[in-house]
């Protein structure tokens, strides 16, 4: 038998967690028998009672059965003793008795171990270490942290204890019989769970407390807790997270606000990679492949970025950051299903080769009926062309599946490689857009990455790309979509120490996009649409002293698109008055470059019927350099624009009488139309006026309205320039007995050139209403005072002609009558704001959080008109209200879990691309219970139930209305 800590001791009981023994069962049932004829012999007093010796043999009186007086159990004298036929037999039977301990003996196992601290690698001394499922009490581990327990031979799961330190449970450790396996368990401090180890804020490890920026921290095993459809799910009750849902796993996030459908103001990044869809620049979340079960940590930093990360990092830092199968070694496959016919199914297969090589395999098969949304844009399209193979045609089944490889080289103890690759295939989904609802079909999103790190050097090439397979449409227009676009990035870092209080990082930055969409989304732009970036930055962390930090960064990025170099200066006191609490203040400046839509877009949005057979185009244009101008001037059109008009080829005088005829003949009764052709051919003919309108989109949808407002003419769109964000922000984070995180943030900020909605920028052209029924008025005259012609019926007629436009005031740019739906630049917006959160560890099963976020304004009335949004106006496109409750309960030794969050939304007004309307405020609570099988400890029953109460609520306009998710899910370990 193998040695073990703490051997078999007198007069003790069977106690694996102290390694104490009594006779066993099969022994103490041998010595207590009796045998016929022997009662007075030496067996029958060995049967007497039974104790035990310093050698852990059994004797009657006490002694040893080998020894008389001390003797030589073999010899006394130096006479053999086995010649004697009596003690032959107590020999013999005492041999026998032997036997049995010693085969259960054979039957035990040991499980040894060291408890060490997460954080500093240090013994943890004390810890209790409990084998589940066995009736004796933990061992306690001893000041090295070194324990040992004595188990029969199996399978077990270990529970380790320690106050101020988290319950860790260790399934799976199986030990043979006689042999003895070894655990190493680090044991992660409540002060570490509460300020853990971050890398986003800095591009460096450092605690979050020490962090120069506010940073909250999703570890994987609370993400673990959630049956999650996409990565989205975790991160939705985080301070000052605006998070949208549209449908099953479709979403929208930024972070304070200014939300959209096509958002992409929070850099999304996994394992430092741009994680957004190429050119169309889009946080599709749902399309990340990546399994819950790879993510180790999610890290949001709030607050402007763009000094370390570069532009369109100016709202916040998502980072998921994932796991090494060097690290987490493992099998894990699970199945789930629930309401809304969804089944997922996810697999992660990581094998540590050895200690310096890793290869993981991951993926995920989701299906289920979306919720079904009634667009009236697509209704009314759908009825002027019914026959059309795609608008309007909606498939509500959400299908996708992904896989991701990843393998790690550590070649040094400071250096490592990284080979990564994913495929994520959205089969069937239906995504709103700034133009509109679209249906994609087979729409695929790849990457592969190389990551070299060395000490702290760090540098990677990611290549992004996507396809939208063959049949994917906008659903308003039925227009098909091709996206073959792509992004390639090179990123190099390094940093170094500077004596004991100065730390330098630096790096570059270079990234080519390649918007490919085959004329189907950026139109005439397709051949002149490259995008080059390049950036580089410093990063300083200067120590003045014990208690405060400076930090300082200036980035400076090159756009090939755009004219001046954009600057990212960053800047930040950090003070930690005592250990455990962190005050700072930061002053951030950040740009958004204007995206590759709202330069290069270029694509048919829907169709505005006029007659049968006639109409305007709705065509969603981004603005090139030099801007759109309306310089075009004709001689005889109003205000002396020209136009186009679908009734006549060419470039015309924007005046709407020479249409005249042809307007009587479309729409006037027949047996009035002699009398109302020829206008001007009369003496007493009224002058017909022109005047122009724009089509107010919000009238077409539910919200109602005039059609077609006056206008008051053109106005050139200058080129576009980025966003700049200026950002003055104060907060405290702090740690109390190690069992309460409180963070509060207070930012002021300013934002300019704000890259608005897509409106309508032409206006069109139409006979002056007033001028219109004078006319008819004149030439009907005889038949009104003959009784045949009323009034009424005059006016209904002027109105019908002056409500029909003739033309479009297009762009120099245009060659088309199309009306023209572009985005220009606002002016200045400054409002301010607050986000808390506390985390309180009640006990070691029990933890409660809150958070709550407050904003300023939600609209910004530019043209002072009183309505805010309208189409000239900025929208938050978020709530100025929000917040949340949360609890989790975990009993480790039982296997079950428990999770509840409940979280609020405020009502707000949002216009984002063409969808514009209010989103009511709402409430949902979300639970979550988990179970492991005590049968089986490598299986768990987990249960998700999103919107319990099913609270029917709506989140984005244009998007469903969302009700309650049930899912059940099966998870096994291998």
């Known amino acids: 038998m193998a040695a073990r800590a703490g051997g078999l001791k007198p007069d003790a009981s069977t106690d694996p967690a102290d390694g104490r023994g009594q006779a066993p069962p099969e022994l103490s049932s041998l010595l207590s028998c009796r045998m016929a004829g022997e009662q007075g012999s030496p067996i029958a007093a060995a049967t007497k009672e039974p104790t035990m010796s310093s050698r852990g043999q059994y004797h009657a009186d006490g002694r040893d059965p080998y020894h008389t007086d001390g003797g030589d159990p073999y010899h006394t004298n130096g006479r053999e003793m086995l010649n ?18 010693l085969q259960l003996l054979a039957q035990q196992a040991g499980i040894t171990g060291r408890v060490t601290d997460l954080e500093t690698g240090n013994p943890v001394s004390n810890a209790a270490v409990q084998v589940l499922g066995q009736p004796s009490g933990p061992v306690i581990a001893d000041e090295s942290g070194a324990f040992r327990v004595t188990v029969p031979a199996g399978t077990y799961s270990i ?10 449970r260790i399934d799976g450790v199986s030990v043979e019989a006689g042999g003895t396996e070894t655990v190493t368990v680090e044991l992660r ?28 921290t999703l570890t994987g095993e609370q993400i673990s807790r959630m049956i999650a459809r996409t990565p989205a799910d975790h991160i939705r009750t985080l301070p000052g997270v605006d998070l949208a849902s549209t449908g099953l796993t479709q979403s929208y996030a930024v972070v304070r606000g200014f939300n959209n459908v096509s958002s992409g103001r929070l850099l999304s990044i996994v394992d430092n990679r741009y994680a957004r869809i190429p050119a169309l620049r889009i946080n599709a979340i749902n399309m990340i492949p990546t399994t819950d079960m790879d993510i180790e940590r999610i890290e949001l930093a709030r607050g402007p970025g763009a000094a370390l990360y570069g532009p369109n990092a100016a709202e916040g830092v998502m980072h998921i950051i994932t796991s090494s199968p060097i690290d987490k070694p493992g099998t894990t496959v699970s199945m789930a299903g629930g309401e809304r016919s969804v089944f997922q199914m996810l697999f992660r297969s990581a094998n540590a080769l050895s200690e310096r090589f890793g290869l993981k395999f991951s993926g995920q098969y989701l299906r289920g009926n979306d919720w079904e949304y009634v667009d009236p844009w697509e209704v009314a399209a759908r009825e002027a062309s019914p026959g059309h193979p795609r608008i309007g045609v909606r498939d509500p089944v959400n299908e996708r599946y992904f896989a991701d490889v990843r393998t790690d080289f550590r070649f040094s103890d400071d250096g490592e490689f990284i080979l990564s690759g994913g495929l994520n295939n959205s089969l069937s989904s239906i995504n709103l857009t700034t133009i509109g609802s679209a249906q994609t079909h087979d729409w695929q999103y790849r990457y592969g990455q190389a990551r070299l790190l060395k000490g702290r050097l760090f540098a990677q090439f990611f290549l992004n790309q996507t396809h939208s397979g063959d049949n994917s449409y906008l659903l308003r227009s039925g227009e098909l979509i091709v996206d073959r676009s792509r992004t390639m990035a090179a990123q190099l870092q390094h940093g170094f120490d500077w004596g004991g209080r100065q730390r330098f990082t630096y790096g570059f930055d270079w990234q080519r996009t390649e918007p490919r969409s085959e004329g189907t989304i950026y139109g005439r732009n397709e051949d002149d649409d490259l995008l080059v970036e390049t950036g580089v930055y410093v990063h300083s962390e200067t120590r003045l002293g014990d208690r405060f930090d400076l930090v300082t960064a200036l980035r400076a990025d090159r756009h090939n698109r755009l004219t001046d170099i954009n600057l990212s200066p960053r800047a930040a006191l950090v003070f930690r008055p005592a250990e455990g609490h962190n005050l700072r203040l ?8 204007p995206s590759t839509s709202a330069m290069f877009l270029d694509i048919p949005t829907g169709m505005l019927p006029i007659a049968p057979g006639v109409g305007y185009t709705l065509r969603a244009h981004g603005v090139p350099s030099g801007g759109i101008t309306f310089s075009d001037q004709c001689q005889g059109g109003f205000m002396g624009h020209c136009m186009r008009s679908p009734f006549l080829p060419g470039q015309l005088p924007a005046n709407a009488a020479p249409f005249w005829d042809s307007l009587i003949e479309q729409f006037a009764p027949e047996a009035l139309r002699p009398l109302l052709l020829g206008p001007g051919m009369r003496p007493t003919d009224p002058a017909l006026g022109t005047v122009f309108r724009r089509l107010n989109t919000d009238a077409l949808g539910p919200a109602g309205g005039e059609v077609f407002p006056l206008d008051s003419g053109p106005v ?11 950002t003055i922000e104060a907060g405290y984070k702090g740690l109390i007995r190690d069992r309460v995180r409180l963070a509060v943030d207070v930012y002021y900020a300013n934002v300019e050139n704000f890259v608005g909605a897509l409106k309508v920028e032409s206006p069109n052209v139409f006979l002056d209403p007033a001028s219109t029924g004078a006319f008819l008025a004149s030439r009907l005259a005889p038949l009104v005072q ?16 002056a409500g029909v436009p003739v033309g479009t005031v297009t762009p120099d740019q245009f060659d088309a009558p199309d009306l023209l739906l572009a985005s220009r630049n606002f002016g200045s917006a400054s409002y301010w704001g607050a986000d808390f959160s506390t985390q309180f560890i009640v006990s070691d099963r029990v933890s409660l959080t809150a958070g709550y976020s407050f904003q300023s304004k939600e609209c910004f009335d530019f043209d002072e008109d009183g309505d805010c949004p309208g189409s000239d106006d900025l929208a938050l496109n978020a709530p100025s209200h929000k917040g949340s409750v949360g609890f989790a309960f975990t009993d480790r030794a039982r296997g079950l879990v428990l999770d509840g969050r409940w979280r609020f939304t405020d009502g707000f007004d949002m216009r984002s691309g063409v969808f514009a309307g209010a989103v009511d405020a709402y409430h949902v609570l979300d639970a979550t219970a988990g179970y492991q099988l005590p049968f089986q400890p490598n299986t768990r029953l987990e249960l998700t139930v999103y919107n319990l109460f099913n609270n029917v609520h709506r989140e984005f306009v244009g998007a469903p209305e969302l009700g309650r998710l049930a899912l059940l899910r099966l998870r096994y370990d291998f």
């Open 159 to 168: 529970l380790f204890t320690r106050i101020g330190y988290e319950t860790t």
């Open 84 to 101: 004697a036929p009596g003690r032959k037999r107590i020999f013999a039977v005492l041999a026998l008795a032997m036997l049995s301990p």
């Open 716 to 726: 050139e769109l200058p080129e576009l320039v980025p966003t700049v964000f200026n």
């Open 586 to 593: 930061t002053y951030n400046q950040a740009y958004a470059t």
């Open 189 to 216: 401090s409540r002060a570490l769970a509460l300020n853990p180890l971050v890398v986003t804020a800095s591009r460096r490890e450092e605690k979050e407390l020490d962090a120069p920026a506010s940073v909250s």
């Open 786 to 801: 003959a009784g045949r012609v009323t009034t009424e019926q005059i006016a209904e007629l002027a109105a019908g002609l």
